[in-house]
């Protein structure tokens, strides 16, 4: 049963409200009449930090998404927001994004807020799987709920399985383009014959200095060489170039 205090979703908590703090403002409560708020002005509603007896581990984490940084608490949440700044449909993203008030007295920040291309937004909650206790999945249904009123979904994530984990940190070390990105890829076009190939193809057509294999993992972080993220990486892997336009 859920704790005593907390009372699942319902017409006795009343609808939530929203507070943000937008770019040069305080944080304040958010009138829908007129619409969403735009998330590029949106910033975190709270400082992240911990103390000698907290469980969460501050973490600032580069994007090449927003070209800032994100502010998040855990390594779980750093975990999402990387694997969000990977996703080529993923616009912008917010750390500690909105503070949701209900009438009962309960709070609740939800941990990021990804923007995406189709317009939409997602409001995500990060916890283990085994750590969702009663409080939480109460706290996570009025939040859904919330979410929904307004034309926003939600989501909750525990963690990437362990080969995808590992895979989307290897690729997060080459995020940063490297200068020779554009004239190896005119070269990695005509290795990656007919659209596609593999690992091996590509080393084997470098050179010692590594420039196309680094460009390749490059390509492959950002979304224009497409690799299967959960299945374990060698030589034989299969490369295809990304049949979508690249993120704008």
Known sequence: MPSVGLRPVGAQVGEATW???????????????????????????????SGRLSRNIPVQAMSTTTGGWLFLESGLEHELA???????????????????????????????LS??????????DVRAPEERDDTFMVMSTRTQAACAKVGWRY??????????????RWIASARRAPEWVMPAKAILQGV???GDGTVGDVIAADDDRGFLTSAMWHLVWSGEI???LNAPWDQRSRLAWATDAART
Do not use: Y
Not at 83 to 93: A, E, I, K, S, Y
Not at 115 to 120: L, P, Q, V
Not at 155 to 168: H, I, T
């Open 226 to 228: 497409e690799m299967d």
């Open 82 to 112: 990387t694997w969000l700044d990977h996703q080529r449909d993923v616009t912008w993203l917010v750390g500690q994004p909105v503070l949701l008030r209900w009438e009962d007295g309960t709070k609740h920040i939800p941990d990021v």
């Open 155 to 168: 989501e909750l994530f525990g963690g990437l399985d362990p080969v995808a984990s590992l895979n989307l």
């Open 192 to 194: 990656l014959t007919d």
């Open 115 to 124: 923007a995406h291309r189709d317009g939409s937004v997602t409001i995500w």
């Open 19 to 49: 507070s943000f703090r937008c770019a040069g403002g305080s944080r304040s409560e958010w009138s829908w009449v007129a619409g969403p708020p735009d998330p590029r002005n949106l910033q975190p509603v709270r400082e992240t930090k």
